[in-house]
Nanobody, 128 residues
Framework: QVQLVESGGGSVQSGGSLRLSCSFS???????????LGWFRQVPGKGREGVAA???????HYQDSVKGRFTVSLDSAKNTLNLQMNSLNPEGAAMYYC???????????????????WGPGTQVTVSS
């Protein structure tokens, strides 16, 4: 059972930056060799959507709306999955979750349904 905990959420003005981190209960390199790791977000009344994720070859995938602004990374020394978010806009306000999952088709790496393990989430608020 993989346990994940997000941190780094908060309130930022439009155009600002935040860095989210996700800590894992086990060695992240071992987890990344088995599971795809990703970041998702959800706003009230809408479904959870994929933001950024690593596929089975550890190539990053991004939702079109965040390309060029968000960067997903693994930090083996700190055992974390990170999401650097720059040029945030009000559409980026959401609860952000990290997740690990067995995704056999890389075309679905940003689909939340295939993910097995989830953190409790961290809230991001963006003021205009």
């Amino acid at each position: 059972q993989v346990q994940l905990v997000e941190s780094g959420g908060g309130s930022v003005q439009s155009g600002g930056s935040l860095r989210l981190s996700c800590s894992f209960s086990e060695d992240i390199e071992d987890i990344a060799n088995t599971y795809c790791l990703g970041w998702f977000r959800q706003v009230p009344g809408k479904g959870r959507e994929g933001v950024a994720a690593f596929d089975n070859d550890q190539n990053p995938h991004y939702q079109d709306s965040v390309k060029g602004r968000f960067t997903v990374s693994l930090d083996s020394a700190k055992n974390t999955l990170n999401l650097q978010m720059n040029s945030l806009n009000p559409e980026g306000a959401a609860m952000y979750y990290c997740a690990a999952g067995l995704i056999f088709d890389d075309d679905y790496v940003l689909e939340p349904d295939g993910y097995n393990f989830w953190g409790p989430g961290t809230q991001v608020t963006v003021s205009s």
